[in-house]
């Protein structure tokens, strides 16, 4: 079992940054590949950016490439998403999760999942 909780979340206003974290407990972090999704209102969630097990690979959905950047502290267990230049279609839920294997960009991929973290970016 691994438990993950995000935080980092909150209101920011169109053009700004924030920077999540997901913190892991319970089994050996650096086993999981990890990645984060997001969900908006009345949206289906889906694919932000993942990251392997090492993190020297990591892949993104092309709507944050460029702006976002997942990485990870195996010592820390702990994955990271900095996100900039936020725009209000970035507005969601982000969840973290793991799965145990290579990185993934399917969410069914994912075996454990957090509580989720509320971005809001007001224009």
């Known amino acids: 079992q691994v438990l993950l909780v995000e935080s980092g979340g909150g209101l920011v206003q169109a053009g700004g940054s924030l920077r999540l974290a997901c913190a892991a407990s319970?089994?050996?972090?650096?086993?999981?590949?990890m990645g984060w999704f997001r969900q908006a209102p009345g949206k289906e969630r889906e694919f932000v950016a993942t990251?392997?097990?090492?993190?020297?690979?990591?892949y993104y959905a092309d709507s944050v490439k460029g702006r976002f950047t997942i990485s990870r502290d195996n010592a820390k267990n702990t994955v990271y998403l900095q996100m900039n230049s936020l725009k209000p279609e970035d507005t969601a839920v982000y969840y973290c999760?793991?799965?145990?294997?290579?990185?993934?960009?399917?969410?069914?991929?994912?075996?454990?999942w957090g509580q989720g973290t509320q971005v809001t970016v007001a224009s």
């Open positions: 999760a793991a799965r145990d294997g290579p990185p993934r960009v399917v969410i069914t991929s994912y075996d454990y």
């Open positions: 319970g089994r050996t972090f650096s086993r999981y590949a």
């Open positions: 990251i392997s097990r090492s993190g020297g690979t990591s």
